[in-house]
């Protein structure tokens, strides 16, 4: 994105540090937007600043970013453990906090106490209602979903999720924001897994299902998904990538809300995430890691 620092950006509220909020916040300040990230303690920001440094100086390794700009876009960042007083000012306010209908309620009740009406809201939540997140807030028309992938840095979809109260001025504003950030959007209905997700994560599950079935070995589905089908990587290995708890969770929301057999969570992947086994996160899923 290229950056005209002579007009000043959007004062941007990102709530939550994580792999999601801090890819986020990387996104908005290369885009030219004064944010301050937010979380409940400072651990938790030094670890997303962390992740930003490194993620900006492997952009000024390859070429692809100047020393100045990782300089410039360090200095829009800013962090805080007071939310009230961090949305105090906010234009835009993004959540990125744990998948968690209670705690996100609880963070957009808290929000609308201290935010200007006028703020656009949006959550990045990746399998719950939008129009019930929604419901937390004086303003749901100004609620609605930015659903970026991980990595934020590398892949350009942001679903942007109309919920049912999301008023057709906060879409639109929705999917500047994210054509400014250098993203590219589309628009999609308050469904259970949105698109991407309701797409890939149950041909995931039936990939662990066909390995229940013993259709093949683990390294077998992969290598077949990955050469038959020009795929960049098998179904389980994307699983490990994912976490086995996160994929499980959307298929389990998948299967609660249509209560269609097709989105069965496959007894394997429930088994390994009882077992801790959750992907690369924890060096062990279908797959093993150094
Ligand atoms: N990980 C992914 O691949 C992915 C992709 C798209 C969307 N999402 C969604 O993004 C959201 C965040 O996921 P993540 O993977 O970044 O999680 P994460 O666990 O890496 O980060 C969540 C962060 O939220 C913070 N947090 C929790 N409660 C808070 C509160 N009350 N106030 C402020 N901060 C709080 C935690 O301390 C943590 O730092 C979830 O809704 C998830 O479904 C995740």
Known sequence: VNVDESRPGLRVVVLGAGTMGSGIAQACAGAGHAVTMVDTGREALERGLAAIAGSLDRLVRKGTLSGDDATARRSRLATSTDLAAAVAGAEVVIEA????????????????????????????????????????????????????????????????????????????????????????????????????????????????????????????IDTAMKLGANLPMGPLALADLIGLDVTLAVVETLHRETADPRFRPAPRLRQLVRAGKLGRKTGEGFHRYE
């Open 97 to 220: 906090v744990y998948e968690d209908m209670a705690t996100k309620h609880d963070l957009w009740r808290r929000v609308d106490e201290h935010a200007p009406e006028a703020a656009l809201r949006a959550t990045n939540t990746s399998s719950l209602s939008v129009t019930e997140i929604a419901q937390a807030s004086r303003a749901p028309q100004r609620v609605c979903g930015l659903h970026f992938f991980n990595p934020v840095a590398v892949l350009p979809l942001v679903e942007v999720v109309r919920g049912e109260r999301t008023s057709r001025s906060t879409l639109d504003e929705a999917v500047a924001f994210a054509q400014g950030l250098g993203k590219t959007p589309i628009v999609c209905g308050d469904t259970p897994g949105f698109i991407v997700n309701r797409l890939l994560i149950p041909y995931v599950n039936d990939a662990v299902h066909a390995l229940g079935e013993g259709v093949a070995s683990a390294a077998d």
